[in-house]
């Protein structure tokens, strides 16, 4: 919110809360979801690695937590984060130079916060991607935060029940 203001941009100003907007969110969550279990399915060694330390990170971070800790947790990321990539960095690259660079620009960013891995960097560069692309074709930014935020619940819980 502080980069949004300071440079001049109002990251909230592409959310609308309409019910087409929720039921692409919800939608576009389904690939994401599915590649939680096509990801571990493949056998790679990348993938047993990059599951292992997300499973790892997230008992750690979540032991003990109290029983909505991880839908809070997910909201906040998914509003949060979106604001800043999408509503701040990726809007205010479209503006400065044009769609596609703000688009490649931002999920770089992305990744690079994630990078807990190289391969954790280039799925998460991947997802900024899918996340850029709903924005700029939806022209709402709470299509990716629904994304985000249901993504987000549901890989936890995912990863913290397997």
Do not use: K
């Not at 990744?111 to 560069?125: D, K, M, Q, R």
Request: net charge neutral; proline share 4%; glycine share 8%.
């Amino acid at each position: 919110m502080g980069l949004g203001w300071l440079s001049g941009l109002s990251p909230w100003r592409d959310i609308e809360l309409t019910w087409p907007a929720l039921a692409i969110g919800l939608a576009a969550t389904l690939p994401l979801a599915a590649s939680l279990v096509a990801l571990p399915a493949a056998r790679w060694q990348w993938a047993e690695q990059l599951t292992s330390l997300v499973r790892r990170f997230l008992r750690i971070l979540f032991h003990n937590a109290w029983p909505g800790a991880v839908l809070i947790v997910s909201i906040l990321a998914g509003i949060g984060e979106e604001l800043l990539f999408r509503g701040v960095l990726q809007y205010g690259l479209t503006e400065n130079w044009n769609p596609l660079v703000g688009i490649l620009l931002a999920s770089l960013l992305f990744g690079a916060a994630h990078a807990v891995s190289s391969s954790y960097f280039v799925l998460a560069t991947l997802m900024g991607l899918y996340l850029g692309l709903l924005y700029h074709w939806s022209g709402n930014l709470l299509v990716p935060i629904v994304v985000h935020a249901l993504y987000d619940w549901v890989a936890i819980h995912f990863y913290l029940r397997r």
